[in-house]
């Protein structure tokens, strides 16, 4: 509710009030701030604040080069500080628990398969022999050629048919470290054939199901009715199993998942108790495990709020890590079972704040029909007239109850235009009047603590719509599946106040291809405070959309056949005369290669234009030149991006 109220010249703007409206230093990390002209910079190192870049001077750059918007960003000194702040929590907690082993972290490779990111964090994680975990044949076929260290892991989960064995078998003897984790108790049999075949004996991990469940929008993982892994009673059953036909040696590794983005810390520590008691019991059976698998769930604070919320989290990553080690500690203590070494598959929380989106707000459509400028004549309609009355004595009358008569007349309107007994004219003036009033109401309402829920709801639906240059079915998949929240603001002009409350649609042709919710400072809210576009005279609109690089970057699709974005890679260098250094372009996809990818060749469209075009100019509809004209403009615009070229 602050169509109004952020207009409130009383208080002065200043950069703090930014920083306050967009929640930036609560959801950023350190990685993102705003400068004292009101510009959005990255910090990625954020221990040195000196190194820092404006968005906007990325962008301008990037333009320079042809590559528009909507633009993906990739930070990798972000994603190197990630990989880095993850291992010191566990290291930092190793030492103040006395914990008498290691951490070493594997990267969930679905989190984000892009081999310059997998690339970005093994470099970064060298030290550390990080891994990866896999789970899939696709992703393993990428981690077997692209870690080399033998002595990092490489965990394999999710189902296995034989080939995806083989594979990982292959790698094992090649002198990697790879882990074949048994979901299910029907994969040990081939996982053994295979094996024999090849004559080498698997390293295995085992899933426990947990009693333990996450809450939050992905807690199917984990619970008794989860998916993956094994109850207690099968998961003795293949103990047993396994030394029966004396491979007990090989049963190295207790999993468990809880499922991504695990909102509250209790879940954590309750996980990690329960698993921890079945790998002390069956460590004394004699089962040599010597990983405990703490799987994904690290959370990332994507509206800022540090609460139990779907998209945020209640605890810090240090929390986080002390809780894993205290508790594996105590009851291994407790068991008298050694240390054993921790791993954690965090994806999401290694990878999220590396990128962000740039978009182009370009257009605002509000309904501002201005019934002012509507000629006043002497026959109107009765209900013109009875809006018009209503409009006129708003300042003195109770303005709810004016807007409940403005409402039933504009209902009575409708029907009355339904049976054809109102014209449209009349209609129109009806219409304009009512969201006057509305404006109005909405407007004295402004900034009052206590709003009633229809003026509320009547404040959405009078906010603005700023049309944005991209799709969100492919950059922004998880709002429109699952309406998680991603924190948006304007990238510069912060040192101005925002002048109106909007939505954000899409170029999709579909209704739900839009932001409708957003981070808000006590709660979410329905629309965004934004500039007017007008603001950045005939420069673009700048929106940034953060935390985008868990899950997004892989799973869009290609709705309405736009595609892939244009993406940069950016590190800091202070070699460079701009202080930073563009090092890796990708350009987004061209119109020919996403019909490609829905069977239309590129060859066979242009020659199917060319025999109509051909045929049309035989017909005389038009002149040979313009035929020809008409086919290069085909041909070239199949070369273009997807997105509109602005
Ligand atoms: C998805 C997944 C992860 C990654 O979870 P995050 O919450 O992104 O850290 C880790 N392990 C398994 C088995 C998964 O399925």
Redesign the pocket.
């Known amino acids: 509710m602050n169509n109004t109220s952020s207009n409130n010249s009383s208080e002065e703007w200043t950069i703090d009030s930014a920083k306050q409206k967009y929640h930036i230093d609560h959801w950023s990390g350190g990685y993102f701030n705003i400068d004292h002209e009101g510009h959005v910079i990255a910090t990625p190192k954020p221990d040195d604040s000196s190194l820092k870049v404006r968005l906007t001077d990325i962008i301008e750059e990037a333009k320079q080069r042809n590559l528009r918007t909507p633009l993906l960003i990739r930070f990798q000194d972000i994603l190197h500080h990630r990989v880095q702040s993850i291992n010191s929590a566990f290291e930092k907690a190793i030492t103040e628990f006395n914990y008498r082993s290691r951490y070493r972290g594997v990267f969930?490779i679905?989190?984000n398969q892009l081999r310059k990111v997998v690339e970005e964090i093994l470099g970064a994680g060298k030290p550390y022999q990080i891994g990866l975990?896999v789970?899939s044949k696709p992703e393993l076929f990428a981690a077997l050629a692209i870690q080399e260290n033998p002595k990092s892991l490489i965990i394999c989960?999710g189902y296995k048919d034989k080939a995806y064995i083989k594979t990982a078998l292959m790698g094992q003897k090649m002198g990697k470290s790879v882990v074949l984790v048994i979901e299910k108790m029907e994969e040990l049999d081939p996982i053994v054939a295979v094996s024999e075949e090849m004559g080498i004996k698997p390293i295995l991990g085992v899933r426990v199901k947990l009693w333990s469940k996450a809450d939050g929008k992905?807690a199917a993982?984990g619970g008794e009715n989860a998916k993956f892994g094994l109850g207690t009673a099968d998961l003795l059953a293949l103990a047993k199993r396994l030394t029966k036909i004396k491979l007990s040696e090989c049963f190295r590794l207790l999993h468990f998942?809880i499922?991504?983005?695990v909102p509250d810390i209790f879940t954590v520590k309750k996980a990690v108790q329960e698993a921890s008691r079945y790998y002390a019991k069956l460590y004394k059976l004699g089962y040599p495990i010597k990983w405990f698998d703490v799987?994904?769930?690290?959370?990332v604070d994507y509206d800022g709020s540090r609460s139990k919320s779907d998209s945020s989290k209640n605890y810090s990553l240090q929390e986080y890590a002390n809780d894993v080690v205290y508790h594996l500690a105590e009851v291994s203590n407790e068991e008298g079972v050694p240390h054993p070494e921790i791993i954690s598959?965090?994806?999401?929380?290694i990878v999220a704040h590396h990128s962000m989106l740039v978009v182009e707000a370009f257009e605002s459509m509000g309904k501002s029909q201005k019934f002012t400028q509507i000629q006043k004549n002497k026959n109107e309609h009765t209900f013109v007239v009875e809006l018009r009355e209503l409009y006129e004595g708003l300042k003195s009358s109770g303005k709810m109850e004016a807007w409940h008569d403005a409402k039933e007349i504009k209902e009575a309107a409708q029907s009355m235009f339904n049976l054809g007994i109102l014209e449209l004219e009349d209609k129109a003036k009806i219409e304009s009047l009512y969201w006057e009033i509305s404006q109005a109401v909405v407007k004295d309402f402004g900034g009052r603590s206590m709003i009633p829920g229809e003026i509320q709801q009547l404040d959405e639906n009078l906010s603005a719509q700023y049309l944005c240059n991209f799709s969100v079915f492919q950059s922004l998949i998880d709002h429109w599946a699952l309406k998680q929240l991603f924190p948006i603001m304007p990238l510069s002009f912060l040192d101005k106040s925002p002048e109106q409350e909007a939505r954000l649609v899409d170029i999709t042709c579909d209704s739900d291809g839009q932001v409708d919710q957003f981070i808000g400072q006590e709660k979410q809210g329905n629309t965004l405070s934004l500039h007017l576009p007008s603001i950045s005279g005939s420069n673009p609109y700048h929106l940034g959309v953060f935390l985008m690089g868990?899950y997004q970057d892989v799973m869009g699709d290609m709705h309405n056949l736009f595609g892939r974005v244009n993406e940069i890679q950016v590190v800091i260098d202070l070699n460079h005369e701009r202080g930073y250094d563009i090092q890796e372009v990708i350009e987004g996809d061209s119109i020919a290669s996403v019909l490609n990818m829905v069977q239309y060749d590129e060859n066979n469209l242009i020659q199917s234009m060319k025999n109509q075009i051909d045929n049309a100019i035989l017909n005389h509809q038009f002149s040979p030149s313009e035929g020809s004209q008409m086919l290069d403009h085909y041909k070239q615009g199949l070369r273009d991006q997807t997105y509109l070229s602005l």
């Open positions: 969930p679905k989190v975990e789970g989960n992905w993982s998942h499922g991504s983005q799987g994904g769930g690290l959370a598959e965090s994806g999401r929380a868990a």
